[in-house]
């Protein structure tokens, strides 16, 4: 019994002798002993009191004890927020703790002045980067680098003057970027297509209600390799469509190599075609990479 406790029974107890003696004096003077309480009645209404009392007291310092559990409770839940927060951003970022410093991408351009509208000088074809594919490689790697992926573009201008060495000036400038950046195993070499001399606009899609340019693989039959590079020009066609729905890269199949060879995850992507305009084209950049990163999440985990 605590001291607060053991001073209120002592008041009650004086409280209760006091109260007899003037009871009982008053009951011999005056003659009212039918209006005032006996002594057993009395030691009742003490005992009541002090019962009361206690009550009060252990209900005062119930009240305070769950005031106390309350805090550490609401304590508690915002500690598990913060925990629950840090702990979705520490796995939204673990994947990339597991890719290498070193770039695992590389986009180039055998094709490197192929442009959009409204750049529609020389059939479609300009050395500026602004308009071009060149401009949509730019695109894809700040999308690409925001992920944590590692990116080398390369804007060499291979189909000047000769547009028939294209190819030959490409494959040139692939095998040094491999050779100086190994652990870059997805290769892309970004292009355009060409639209039908008879069409008003371009391919495209609606995302998020805007228009995005639609795009397409090309894989190469004539490579050793052919049957990695389909599945994987598969992988990220079908990926694009189930992440975005109406965006499913098509894959055209031609008895070439492109270049392809050089690794079995090699993309010749054609993103939209001339007549798209290049805020169309730039929109199929960001989404492309957006499936990309999440191709190359899944296969490096």
């Not at 007549?275 to 990163?293: P, Q, S, W």
Request: glycine share 4%.
């Amino acid at each position: 019994m605590d001291l607060r406790r053991k001073g209120m029974l002592i008041i009650t107890a004086a409280v209760f002798l006091v109260s007899t003696l003037y009871f009982t004096t008053a009951k011999t003077t005056f003659g009212l002993s039918s209006m005032i309480p006996d002594e057993e009645q009395l030691g009742k209404m003490c005992i009541r009191q002090v019962s009361a009392a206690a009550r009060i007291d252990d209900n005062t310092e119930e009240t305070s004890d769950n005031t106390d559990d309350d805090a550490t409770a609401d304590t508690n839940l915002e500690s598990s927020a913060e925990n629950s927060k840090d702990s979705a951003e520490k796995k939204e970022n673990v994947w990339k703790k597991k890719l290498p410093d070193d770039p695992l991408v590389i986009i180039y351009h055998t094709h490197s002045s192929e442009s959009y509208m409204p750049y529609k000088e020389s059939n479609y074809h300009r050395e500026e980067v602004k308009g071009t594919v060149r401009e949509v490689g730019d695109v894809m790697e700040e999308t690409l680098e925001k992920k944590g992926i590692n990116v080398i573009h390369d804007k060499t201008v291979h189909d000047r003057p000769s547009y028939n060495e294209s190819y030959n000036k490409s494959l040139a400038t692939i095998q040094s970027l491999k050779k100086k950046y190994p652990t870059a195993v997805y290769i892309i070499d970004l292009h355009r297509d060409a639209a039908a001399s008879s069409a008003k606009e371009g391919k495209y899609t609606i995302i998020d209600g805007k228009r995005v340019a639609k795009f397409s693989l090309v894989v190469g039959q004539a490579n050793e390799n052919y049957v990695e590079l389909y599945d994987f020009a598969k992988k990220v066609g079908n990926r694009a469509g189930e992440m975005y729905s109406g965006f499913t890269g098509a894959i055209i199949e031609k008895n070439y190599n492109y270049n392809e060879f050089v690794s079995n995850k090699a993309l010749l992507l054609e993103v939209g075609n001339n007549k798209n305009t290049i805020e169309e084209a730039n929109a199929c950049g960001r989404y492309l990479a957006e499936v990309l990163a999440d191709v190359i999440e899944e296969e490096n985990r």
